[in-house]
């Protein structure tokens, strides 16, 4: 099993509403037409992951997101699939989509959740900039 561990922070413009996409940036402002972030100041985009995770992702395989809020004991999970097609060339951000859409900021295509499919009381506590967001990948 391989872990990759990113962690990010909250911002007061989180509105999480997004239907097919969830994302974290290194940006460290938000506006409030970004709303399928869940976090900002993340301490690695896409293009800084292991080059073992993206070999891995690039075959197709299935990836968990674990995604925790360690103060407050609150976490939420979900699932997806990488794709031969994935460039891994983002410097900024990492997205996860329902959808197939293939681009250099994307992680994982046939996601189980969204933005807007995060529970609400969790979305509530990100909309704080103390809050940290602990956002693992797992790969079995």
């Given at each position: 099993?391989?872990r990759?561990?990113?962690?990010a922070?909250?911002?007061?413009?989180?509105?999480?509403a997004?239907?097919?996409t969830?994302?974290?940036?290194?940006?460290?402002?938000?506006?409030?037409?970004?709303?399928?972030i869940?976090?900002?100041?993340?301490?690695?985009?896409?293009?800084e992951?292991s080059?073992?995770?993206k070999?891995?992702?690039k075959k197709?395989?299935k990836a968990?997101i674990?995604l925790?809020?360690?103060e407050?004991?609150?976490?939420e999970?979900l699932?997806?699939y990488?794709s031969?097609?994935?460039?891994f060339?983002h410097?900024?951000?990492i997205?996860?989509r329902?959808?197939k859409?293939?681009?250099?900021?994307?992680?994982?295509?046939?996601?189980?959740?969204?933005?807007?499919?995060?529970?609400r009381?969790f979305?509530?506590?990100?909309?704080?900039r103390?809050?940290?967001l602990?956002?693992?990948i797992?790969l079995?």
């Amino acid at each position: 099993m391989m872990r990759e561990l990113i962690i990010a922070r909250g911002h007061e413009n989180i509105k999480a509403a997004h239907p097919t996409t969830l994302e974290i940036t290194k940006d460290s402002e938000l506006t409030l037409r970004g709303d399928c972030i869940i976090g900002v100041s993340a301490t690695k985009s896409i293009s800084e992951l292991s080059d073992e995770l993206k070999e891995y992702l690039k075959k197709g395989k299935k990836a968990e997101i674990h995604l925790n809020l360690p103060e407050y004991g609150i976490s939420e999970s979900l699932s997806g699939y990488g794709s031969e097609k994935l460039t891994f060339d983002h410097k900024t951000d990492i997205v996860i989509r329902r959808s197939k859409y293939v681009c250099g900021r994307t992680l994982l295509i046939s996601a189980s959740k969204a933005a807007r499919d995060l529970d609400r009381e969790f979305i509530k506590l990100l909309r704080d900039r103390k809050t940290e967001l602990h956002f693992e990948i797992v790969l079995k």
